[in-house]
């Protein structure tokens, strides 16, 4: 069994209505499953971080996050991936 790949994603912008169904459609739609996930609106500014499971998407990570990237653009936020295994080299000793 292959082992569970993992990655981060951010976002941060403007609070409105359906960022959160948004970005969770286009994950649900690429097989990605959400791990875990954190959320707060400070002064009106959004901010979430979400942990998601990469092992078997229905698309490339470079597609997945153009797709995610594209859709920041729409809702007017930043919304990026980054590969879980940065973090942790960042925190290897």
């Known amino acids: 069994m292959?082992?569970?790949?993992?990655?981060?994603?951010?976002?941060?912008?403007f609070d409105r209505k359906g960022i959160i169904a948004q970005v969770s459609r286009v994950l649900y739609e690429s097989d990605v499953n959400i791990l875990d996930i954190s959320q707060t609106i400070v002064s009106g500014l959004f901010n979430m971080?979400?942990?998601v499971d990469i092992t078997s998407p229905s698309c490339g990570f470079e597609e997945l996050a153009h797709e995610l990237d594209s859709l920041g653009e729409r809702l007017g936020v930043q919304i990026r991936i980054q590969r879980h295994e940065i973090f942790e080299a960042m925190y290897q000793v």
């Open 49 to 51: 971080v979400m942990l």
């Open 2 to 13: 292959d082992k569970q790949k993992k990655a981060v994603v951010t976002v941060l912008g």
